[in-house]
């Protein structure tokens, strides 16, 4: 692929969008385009900012005719590659297309168009008492499409899950331009193929998500926050094996190295305790007699456990300055260096101390910059390598780091990722994580769906002498 679309492509394309308004394709609109929060640059051919299903549809009918490659975009904040045009052609954008966010409150669901902030949902389900648990670090960013996209995690996962677990239905179209719907808006449905469960995580590979359907549950009436300094990393670890085997399920269990809390402290100072090795932030939700009663448990645990300090949020407002120093350490860390490198390998729990010993090896071995935070509840930590893409010397080191914390997580019984997807960052190691047949099924799947293999090409699959895409 990768050819320059004709004035005659370009034209029927404005015909379909009804005028150019939403239709870009002047070089500096489409360089805005080239880049999302990881790395390369791939500059599109055309960018239709779409608001319809019909426009999505036509626009696809017309790229699977014409073999024009076709890729789906949020707002970009996707940290694997989803969103880049590797091989150029139609970028659809999703990001306008935010005017449908219904909620039903007997039905417990959400209705919602493609480009609503996730986390709009979730406020428009807390005013009338309920809650969309999957709570990604940018939520306030990124769309709902891009979290369907990449079945994303979050903080509130451990307790609740992730987005696959609160989709009930899909409105979607193909990569051959039909508009088909997926499952339903009943809590229980096993009718068919889980057509749903297949695009949800298909990061953009097997169709356009122009509407869908969420699952909302009883808001938790109260939330009680803990943080626990720790002299020794690992020790924190055991601490939250410790606090998950103790009958006690946390809504989230968020982890930070002593770097992430230096990092903090020099950017917004928020108290943090500069003399700790990492740090553990604890919430618990549910009934307030209930959550004083685990809190007092949980608390003991973390001190049995070799704690330094325990703290508890004793206001509404500590207990919010207490996430707000979690939230950030991504702005923190990214000050540090011109590149940031986000890993988000996952370990099963009983790993987690084992996987930390690893990284901090990993850190010497290599002498690289490593920040190591993340949700480490379900042991979804985020190896963050700061370093400058400038320097050849440097990312040969840094190339090498990843591949080595990737053979850490898979030889714990772990994946590459937990939640970031693989989009073009890590293709290059799937055979690492998949034998031959496996990887064989899924391109079976995607051929099936895509038969002219239009939609968002050049993603998920490896190709013979791919590496992983630290430049463009
Ligand atoms: C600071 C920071 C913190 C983050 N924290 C988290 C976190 O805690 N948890 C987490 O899971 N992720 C996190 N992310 C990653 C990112 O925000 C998520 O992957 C998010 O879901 C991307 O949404 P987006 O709207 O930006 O999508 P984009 O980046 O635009 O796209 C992501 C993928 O979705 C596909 N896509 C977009 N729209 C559609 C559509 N309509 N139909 C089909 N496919 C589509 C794209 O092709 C691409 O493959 C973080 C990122 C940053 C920068």
Known sequence: MNVPLTSQTIEKIIRIMGGGDRVLTRKTDLLSYAYDASFGLFVPDVVCQVKSVEEVSEIVKLANEEKIPVTPRGHASGLSGGALPVEGGIVIDVSLWNDVLEIDKDDMIAIVSPGVITADIDRAAKKVGLMYPPDPSSSNVSTIAGNLAENSGGPRCLKYGVTKDYVLGLQVVTPEGH????????????????????????????????????RLIPRPPATLSLMAAFGDIVQAGYAITDVLTSGILPAKIEFMDQSSIRAVENYHPMGLPLDAEAVLFIELDGHPLAIRDEAACVYQLLENAGALRVQKAETSEEEEEMWKARKLVSPAIAKHKPTKISEDATVPRSQIPAFLKRLRDIKHQFGIDLVVFGHAGDGN???????????????????????????????????????????????AFMPMEFDHFSLEMMKRIKEAWDPNGIMNPGKIFPKPGDRLVLRS
């Open 381 to 427: 930590l985020h190896p963050n390598i700061l370093c400058d893409q400038r320097d050849r010397e440097e990312m040969e080191k840094v190339e090498q780091a990843v591949a080595a914390i990737f053979e850490a997580a898979i030889s714990l019984g772990g994946t590459l990722s937990g939640e970031h997807g693989i989009g073009i960052m890590k293709k």
């Open 179 to 214: 508009i088909i719907r997926t499952g339903g808006r009943t809590v229980k449905n096993v009718t068919g193929y889980d057509l749903t469960k297949l695009i949800v995580g298909s990061e953009g590979t097997l169709g356009v998500i122009t509407e869908a359907t969420l």
